[in-house]
């Protein structure tokens, strides 16, 4: 038993940094422009599928992939905010959250047919050479894939800390996020900063799809369970905290495996879901974190 | 009586009278069950449109209605409980379930998006938890697979359908379904104005909990044979979202055009081009949001408007000055 | 220097000034007063482009705005304390400040300006890490004005800049004023507080219900109601 949950315990922790990423992305876009973007794990999902077409059809690494799969995110992040979401900021603050809510349903709905077409239901994972390769300490398995993907999670995230903490953007961004009509008094162009916001979101999430893609797996279906996944991560981490979303991505990751050893496998999703709606109950407006990241 | 309203009266008896002789007149088999379908979206997209076309509260969740009434009903229905009952038990135990996390959500006046990303945490823990509790296919009751009778079951339909119609139409025309759309417009304001938000919210939900439920019902009356939690998939929620606005949110007779036109264009894309519909009815459904809120509906009354312009123009245009 | 011209604004549908025109001159410390309400904060909105007029114009030097984006107000050397502050409070004092600087042409000037803000408000220097959110009501202040002027503004707005603040605090924050338009920055001040305000301006404007309803000096104003009852009541 103890064994499992120590292999859970790592199983939990290489997954829940990954749901940080997720989460991250989702985070920076609603923390900066307040839309709550449902299509956030589609976009994931076409990260990794992005990946999987780099490896199977021109044998590119799917951790050198990672640099394309964010050019074409933040493509499709471009396209989505100039020709549907920027349409929506200067609704007043009750139809703006319906409508993103809306497109961005819509935005998902198509984007997973979009995949089914163009893949199949299937499950598809990226294998690469190494991808059963695995070092083991104390009994505990640690797939180097998964390690790998935790590493260049922590990167990222760190990154997008430096970022925001240390350029003249990061904290345009952070103003921006804090006090939108002050910022624009600073000379802040804050229709600017929505965008670069967004885009960066979208970049985010392809990042942690690929990462997703070669550790796990990739189904058209998956968008809205990453969705739920970032937004339980989002929520429980607080907006504009990294750090705070790392350490609940890593929590969720750790509650989940430890639900499917003590309880059952059937149920890990459920405990995520659970937790989420007991903070929405609980602080229901404990999505707008005031920490700064 | 206005014209209007004589006509508007008129063609939906023809209408329901027309329905009626379907099953009479018609031969093939498909065209029943595609109707069948048509009135089970209708409800589902009816059922919806109360609380997210009148009051303004998206639910992207609705499956879960759906599902638990498909489950109340066929757990009755197959353990010999005659039809009624187990149809209005459908609509009970999703209301139940509506009320127990409608009211500590309105009561906390919880910010719109927070509501609708609830709903889809909730709709899908119900589908992993049916899946994991009742992970098997259901069947009806082996007597009724032999004596099944498809016209039975489209009258009874048929009526189901008509009667979600008729029951969402008295809602919206009477005095709690104007307080209603005043929480759509301007939640604030319709306070201030007297009207109690959280009731109204709770009221909408019950009504689109229960005729959910009962759509449920109806579809577990219908179907011969499902997996238990194929109910609960997010798909049963995102239909009837876009049916609705397609067809118009916030009327009568939008969710019925949006059903129709769903299954219609579902069938003619499947038979020429390929499972397309669910692209082009999310695109139909993204640019109605954009830009046309009122749906085919707000088509079809502009179009009246630009029509009904015309002959007066050639009035004016005789210079009589 | 800055010219408005019978400037009429609405929220929505109802309307909020009516043919608003006053002026501000080159190196003039000017007063805007009135009671509450009375659309002082709108027509600084206005004026930095946060609110459209319905119609009227404003210029700035020669140029014509109404029309530019609130953005590019900053640009034109027009720098806006609003009213509270609304200081970032997740970020610290020495970051406030530096995006008080966020244009690029102020960018380059920023360790200049930097000591220009700490040699007016010294305690901003001490708390340079300090988290904004920490700082006293009046610091607050301070730091607003600071942060304001890091873009080494020709014009500086300021809403309220008393509000909420003790009656010691309210004297320093006005003394600072005096001696920021006496190193040359022309100074717009809305306030409620007209005692004060009167002492300070130049010239001062009084605006009820929407409209200027005089303007002058100290002694001219005297005739209007809400002056009167300010130094009476």
Redesign the interface.
Known sequence: MLAALAQGLVFGILVGALYGLAAVGLSLVFGVTKF?N?AHGELLMFGGYASFWLFTLLDVDPFASIPLCILFLLLIGLLLYKV?FS??VKLPT?DK???T???G???G??L???A??LWTADDRGITPDYAGVAFTVLGVRFPIVRVASLVIAFVFLFALQLFLRRT?TG??I??TV??W??????????HRVYLLAFVMGAALAGVAGTLVAVGYSVEP?MG?HWT?KG??VMVMGGV?SITGTLVGGLILGVAESATAILI?G??R??VG??I??LV??VR?QG?LG???G | MTVKKIISIALLVVGVVALAFVPTVVESDSIINLLILIFIYTMLASSWNILGGYT?Q?N?GHAAFFGLGTLATRLLYTQGFPLFPSLLAGGVVAVAFAMFIGI??FR???????F???T???A??LY??V??VLPKITYLPIEDIQNYQLDFRYYIILALALFTIGVAYVLVKSRPGLGMMAVKE??DAAESLGVNAFRHKLLALAFSAFLGGLAGGAYAYYQTSYYFNYTFT?LWS?DP??MA?VGGQGTIIGPVIGAVFFVVLKEWLVLNV???H??V???L??LV??FLPGGLVEVWEKIREALSRRPKLKESSTPSE | MLKLEEIDAYYGDLQALWGISMQVNEGELVALVGPNGAGKTTTLRVI?G?LKPASGSIHFHDHHLGKE???????LGI??V?EGG??????SVL?NL???A??PK??VNKDESLKWVYSIFPRLEERMEQRAGTLSGGERQMLAIG??LM?KPKLLLLDEPSFGLAPILVEHIFEMITEINKQGVTVLLVEQNIRAALELADRAYVIENGRVVGQGVHEDLLSFESVRSAYLG
């Open positions: 709550l449902v549907l349409r929506m009750e959250i319906r409508n809510l809306l497109v349903f819509g935005v709905l198509i997973q047919n979009v089914l077409r003249y904290k345009a952070r103003a804090e006090d009509e002050a910022a624009t008094l600073m000379g802040i162009n804050v279906a809205m739920l937004l339980i504009g059952s059937n149920y999703q459920v879901l659970v989420f709606i929405l109950l229901p999505l005031t920490k700064e | 303004g998206i992207l500590p959500a906390l006046r919880l910010r719109g998006d927070y609708t990303i609830g889809l945490a909730l899908q823990i992993v938890t899946g994991n301007d939640e997010p995102l979202v876009t606005f390929g499972e397309y669910l692209i009815f999310g695109t459904f993204i949001v954009l | 930095t946060l984006p609130a953005h590019k107000i900053v640009e720098s806006q609003p609304r200081i970032f409070t997740g970020m970051e530096e995006l008080g966020f244009l102020a960018r942060r304001a873009s």
